[in-house]
């Protein structure tokens, strides 16, 4: 259909009476070409027709010989099939080492090792954390020697009827709050020794980081809440001054015995020390603080009526069952969050 239709265009403009030299077709370079061919009422089907009757499309072959025609003092061009880096990219003094190229064989020689086992001591983060917690505790120690000098000697002295009280500045507050935490902190770092020994060293949580910082926060619950029940529990049977009184030994006793149980968390995880010592000796603290809550108690409450009854009732309501339930709630929070094989 494209030969006839240019067969009948040479026909039109040909004169009559001449000569026509039949010229050899010229194969038409470029689609305008083509289409200036065609009569001006060709319809678009046509227009496609003749395009594909002209241009046969071919696989792309680039040319292999090296490129000559580049400017003086300049490398040749780059050809367009080259993927790879250039050669002296990948030659040198390391091209064949196994380390710098995963991609080659690596012969390993030997018998292959056990890996090594997580470690609280070559951990850093805990190790961090304990660094900067006795960094800021002998900051603030040396800072408030006064304060609790003054607290010493009021925990074994019995003040008069009568007697002014000192109430605590803002430092001194903070100072105080700061060891709760410290207590908390250690006391979660000690019941996360237990856990991995008793209980479990794999859990469903995604670091162990979460585990302590689950007993860190439950301690601190545990703390609080035992606050709230003194507070609750006192302000029906004793006087706001005894409760006060009895607000701030709780605090100081509990810093007492986050004092008592950080050389045993740094010895623990630095030195080996075997868990059973470290159960041992956390016992030994507990039932020593638990000597001196009971010996406040008696002072503050109970020291006029003395009722062995009474103060025995109080210490273990608000004081022993808090604990077992605390201890019995950190052993359920380790069973579930182990992984049973």
């Given at each position: 259909?494209?030969?006839?239709?240019i067969?009948?265009?040479?026909?039109?403009?040909a004169?009559?009476?001449?000569?026509?030299?039949q010229?050899?077709?010229?194969?038409?370079?470029t689609p305008y070409?083509?289409?200036?061919a065609?009569p001006?009422?060709?319809?678009p089907?046509q227009q496609?027709?003749?395009?594909q009757?002209a241009f046969?499309?071919?696989?792309?072959?680039?040319s292999?010989?090296?490129?000559?025609?580049h400017?003086?003092?300049h490398a040749?061009?780059?050809?367009?099939?080259?993927?790879?880096?250039?050669?002296y990219?990948?030659?040198?003094?390391?091209s064949?080492?196994?380390?710098?190229h995963?991609?080659l064989?690596?012969?390993?020689?030997g018998v292959a090792?056990?890996?090594i086992?997580?470690?609280?001591?070559?951990?850093?983060?805990?190790?961090?954390?304990?660094?900067?917690?006795f960094?800021?505790?002998?900051?603030?120690?040396s800072?408030?020697?006064?304060?609790?000098?003054?607290?010493?000697?009021d925990?074994?002295?019995?003040?008069r009827?009568?007697?002014?009280?000192?109430?605590?500045?803002?430092?001194e507050l903070r100072f105080?709050?700061?060891?709760?935490m410290?207590?908390?902190?250690?006391?979660?770092?000690?019941f996360y020794f237990?856990?991995t020994?008793?209980?479990?060293?794999?859990?469903i949580l995604?670091?162990?980081?979460?585990?302590?910082?689950?007993y860190?926060?439950?301690?601190?619950?545990?703390?609080?809440t035992?606050?709230?029940?003194y507070?609750?529990?006192?302000a029906?049977?004793f006087?706001?001054?005894?409760?006060?009184?009895?607000?701030?030994?709780?605090?100081?006793?509990?810093?007492?015995?986050?004092?008592?149980?950080?050389?045993?968390v740094?010895l623990?995880?630095?030195?080996?020390?075997?868990i059973q010592?470290?159960?041992t000796?956390?016992?030994?603290?507990?039932?020593?603080?638990?000597?001196?809550?009971?010996?406040?108690?008696?002072?503050?409450?109970?020291?006029r009526?003395?009722?062995?009854?009474?103060?025995i009732?109080?210490f273990?309501t608000l004081?022993?069952?808090?604990?077992l339930?605390f201890w019995?709630?950190?052993?359920?929070?380790g069973n579930?969050?182990?992984?049973n094989?």
């Amino acid at each position: 259909m494209v030969q006839d239709s240019i067969v009948a265009v040479q026909e039109q403009t040909a004169i009559p009476g001449e000569l026509v030299i039949q010229q050899p077709a010229v194969r038409p370079r470029t689609p305008y070409q083509v289409l200036r061919a065609l009569p001006r009422d060709a319809t678009p089907a046509q227009q496609d027709s003749a395009i594909q009757a002209a241009f046969h499309p071919s696989e792309i072959r680039y040319s292999s010989q090296p490129d000559t025609l580049h400017l003086p003092g300049h490398a040749p061009a780059r050809s367009l099939t080259t993927v790879d880096i250039p050669k002296y990219y990948k030659e040198g003094f390391f091209s064949k080492y196994t380390l710098l190229h995963p991609e080659l064989s690596v012969e390993r020689y030997g018998v292959a090792g056990d890996p090594i086992p997580y470690t609280i001591r070559g951990d850093n983060m805990i190790t961090s954390l304990l660094l900067a917690c006795f960094i800021l505790a002998v900051i603030a120690i040396s800072n408030a020697r006064r304060f609790i000098a003054r607290q010493a000697k009021d925990f074994f002295y019995t003040p008069r009827e009568g007697t002014t009280v000192i109430t605590e500045t803002s430092s001194e507050l903070r100072f105080q709050t700061f060891l709760v935490m410290l207590t908390s902190l250690l006391l979660a770092l000690i019941f996360y020794f237990y856990t991995t020994t008793y209980i479990g060293d794999t859990f469903i949580l995604q670091s162990q980081y979460h585990l302590i910082a689950i007993y860190f926060g439950a301690t601190m619950g545990y703390f609080l809440t035992k606050a709230l029940l003194y507070t609750a529990v006192n302000a029906v049977f004793f006087d706001s001054k005894r409760n006060v009184q009895w607000m701030k030994v709780l605090v100081f006793i509990t810093s007492i015995e986050g004092a008592l149980l950080f050389p045993a968390v740094m010895l623990q995880t630095y030195f080996d020390l075997k868990i059973q010592n470290v159960t041992t000796y956390f016992i030994i603290v507990l039932v020593l603080v638990k000597l001196l809550t009971i010996y406040k108690c008696y002072v503050i409450f109970f020291r006029r009526n003395v009722v062995s009854l009474q103060i025995i009732l109080y210490f273990c309501t608000l004081e022993m069952i808090p604990m077992l339930a605390f201890w019995r709630a950190l052993v359920i929070i380790g069973n579930y969050l182990k992984i049973n094989f």
